[in-house]
């Protein structure tokens, strides 16, 4: 069974960082790539970030490009996505999914073709 767990999400001031985890397990790590996503109410998903490890190829959305970092641990199937100076509008429920490779699902609504999920972890950014 495919299973994708987000978290390390949780309250924090403008400026501070966050490290989020999307640990794996159910597939071959290598032969996929991970996406991180984030939504707030009313908006649609919204892709940050996503990483093939097993191809070397790592995508960052313009607007996420500079303060987001995303990384992968083989060894424990896990992806990372470290978050810099966060800010207010940052606050959102972050997804992780699983996806055959990094692309068109990353924009707009591409999003709705995925179908393995993670649970979402909360971050809230206070000023």
């Known amino acids: 069974e495919v299973q994708l767990q987000a978290s390390g999400g949780g309250s924090v001031q403008a400026g501070g960082s966050l490290r989020l985890s999307c640990a794996t397990s159910?597939?071959?790590?290598?032969?996929?790539?991970i996406g991180w996503f984030r939504q707030t109410p009313g908006k649609e998903r919204e892709g940050i970030a996503c990483i093939d490890d097993g191809k070397g190829k790592v995508y960052y959305a313009e607007s996420s490009k500079g303060r987001f970092t995303i990384s992968a641990d083989n060894a424990k199937n896990t992806v990372y996505l470290q978050i810099h100076s966060l800010r207010p509008e940052d606050t959102a429920v972050y997804y992780c999914?699983?996806?055959?490779?990094?692309?068109?699902?990353?924009?707009?609504?591409?999003?709705?073709?995925?179908?393995?999920w993670g649970q979402g972890t909360q971050v809230t950014v206070s000023s």
């Open positions: 999914a699983r996806d055959f490779m990094c692309g068109s699902t990353m924009v707009g609504r591409g999003y709705k073709y995925l179908e393995d």
């Open positions: 159910g597939f071959a790590f290598a032969d996929y790539a």
